[in-house]
């Protein structure tokens, strides 16, 4: 298994080298770096025994054929194989770490390769997915490889646009080189065993406990929008501070309500992640400002209820500054609870393999939270260096990948099919 986990770590290391920036990480939705990442991992899915194709929304999905169909109690038919789904995105933040995504959907294939070298067969089939996009960087809205995946994809999603204001629905088509339908489940529910998913935790918690992995019992909730403030430009030199109708101040304001907000209710995280200042020169008054806004917490109620709160600071700012803010609601996800009784069978070999297993809930969002409902889920976190994610110096060691990797494998043939 060392092997496997070298080879999944070299793959890690030459992954994190395709982007679309010079210098530094970052693959956004159907993007050259992303349609050139597709291509590589495609390679190692196809070592692995896997076959590979691309799905409508880009996802790269590679599959396992089950052994031939067993048949359970002298019945006439055998049952029919159901599917188990393994994988995460292969997309990432700007100037992220080369972990969170391709962890999920490397390990799996190095899983798949080690146990087919070892003549293994399991009862159901395996397909391993790279989802295109779940980060949300181009069009501050995450998931859209998910929910395309799962048949949840919808006209709202296709017409968000990103900065320069191209649609989701021209990305896909500019993709295919033709026109985009809404794309069905890729499976029914019934034919599906769960989706499992192995990440980085982007947490301080594995390493206070000194734990190589742990598995995740919750995904907190989370609400994305992108607000926008307008005012007046005007002459920085000759306009009175009384007579002024400044977006950025105004925006400044709220920015200080958002953190207070924060740090007074427990469990919740609020970020402003984005901002666009119009015109954008240092002696013009900014007239317009747009930017995003992240709220997270575990409780569903008090998310909501923050948000209700957000909204009056941003209305009371606003009538104050004589300015307007128009929100628009990108995202917006439940918080979810992993399945019991796939999460159990994680924990038996996480056990196995650790000698203890300890369950933790997630802030960050994952493609679990859309594939939940598709199907039972459930999701291993290893360890990463102080938490840190989303960042290039974000780190999981080898020794921890490998941990994972053992876990995975005794997942899969622990796993009554
Ligand atoms: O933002 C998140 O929670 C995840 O990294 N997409
Ligand atoms: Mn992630
Ligand atoms: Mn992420």
């Given at each position: 298994?060392?092997?496997?986990?070298?080879?999944?770590?070299?793959?890690?290391?030459?992954?994190?080298?395709?982007?679309?920036?010079?210098?530094?990480?970052?693959?956004?939705?159907?993007?050259?770096?992303?349609?050139?990442a597709n291509a590589r991992v495609s390679v190692w899915m196809r070592e692995a025994g896997l076959t590979v194709r691309v799905d409508s929304v880009g996802n790269l999905i590679g599959r396992?054929?089950?052994?031939?169909?067993?048949?359970?109690?002298?019945?006439?038919?055998?049952?029919?194989?159901?599917?188990?789904?393994?994988?995460?995105?292969?997309d990432t933040v700007r100037n992220a770490g080369r972990f969170d995504g391709p962890l999920g959907v490397l390990l799996p294939i190095?899983?798949?390769a080690a146990l087919r070298r070892r003549g293994v067969e399991l009862p159901f089939h395996v397909e391993v997915l790279g989802f295109s996009e779940e980060e949300g960087v181009r069009f501050a809205s995450g998931y859209l490889g998910s929910l395309g995946y799962s048949g949840r994809l919808?006209?709202?999603?296709?017409?968000?646009?990103?900065?320069?204001?191209?649609?989701?629905?021209?990305?896909?088509?500019?993709?295919?080189?033709?026109?985009?339908?809404?794309?069905p489940a890729a499976h029914p529910r019934r034919d599906l065993l769960g989706y499992v998913e192995v990440h980085i935790e982007q947490g301080p918690v594995l390493e206070e406990r000194k734990l190589?992995?742990?598995?995740?019992?919750?995904?907190?909730?989370?609400?994305?929008?992108?607000l926008t403030w307008t005012g007046q430009a005007g002459h920085a030199g000759t306009t009175?501070?009384?007579?002024?109708?400044?977006?950025?101040?105004?925006?400044?304001?709220?920015?200080?309500?958002?953190?207070?907000?924060?740090?007074?209710?427990?469990?919740?995280?609020?970020?402003i992640g984005s901002m666009t200042v119009s015109p954008g020169a240092s002696n013009v008054i900014p007239g317009r400002v747009l930017h995003t806004l992240d709220v997270r917490h575990a409780s569903d109620a008090v998310r909501k209820k923050a948000l209700l709160a957000l909204g009056?600071?941003?209305?009371?700012?606003?009538?104050?500054?004589?300015?307007?803010?128009?929100?628009?609601?990108?995202?917006?996800?439940?918080?979810?609870?992993?399945?019991?009784?796939?999460?159990?069978?994680?924990?038996?070999?996480?056990?196995?393999?650790?000698?203890?297993?300890?369950?933790?809930?997630?802030?960050?969002?994952?493609?679990?939270?859309?594939?939940?409902?598709?199907?039972?889920?459930?999701?291993l976190f290893v360890r990463c260096r102080a938490g840190l994610s989303h960042h290039p110096d974000e780190f999981a060691s080898p020794g921890d990948i490998e941990v994972a990797l053992r876990v995975l494998v005794d997942f899969l043939q622990a796993l009554d099919g």
């Open positions: 298994m060392a092997s496997s986990a070298q080879q999944l770590n070299r793959w890690l290391t030459e992954l994190g080298r395709i982007s679309d920036e010079p210098g530094q990480l970052t693959r956004t939705f159907l993007s050259p770096a992303m349609k050139r396992w054929e089950a052994a031939a169909p067993v048949r359970r109690g002298g019945s006439r038919r055998p049952a029919r194989p159901k599917t188990l789904l393994l994988g995460s995105h292969l190095a899983a798949v919808r006209e709202a999603d296709l017409a968000l646009r990103d900065d320069a204001g191209v649609t989701v629905r021209q990305a896909l088509e500019a993709f295919h080189g033709g026109p985009f339908q809404l794309p190589a992995v742990g598995v995740v019992s919750a995904i907190a909730g989370q609400s994305r929008f992108k009175p501070m009384a007579l002024r109708r400044d977006a950025l101040a105004g925006v400044a304001e709220f920015a200080v309500a958002v953190e207070a907000l924060a740090r007074r209710t427990p469990g919740l995280v609020a970020t009056r600071a941003a209305a009371k700012t606003a009538r104050a500054r004589q300015l307007t803010c128009r929100w628009q609601r990108t995202q917006h996800d439940g918080a979810v609870n992993c399945s019991p009784t796939l999460t159990a069978q994680l924990e038996k070999s996480v056990r196995a393999v650790q000698g203890q297993s300890r369950s933790l809930v997630s802030g960050a969002g994952h493609d679990a939270v859309v594939m939940a409902k598709l199907a039972p889920v459930a999701m």
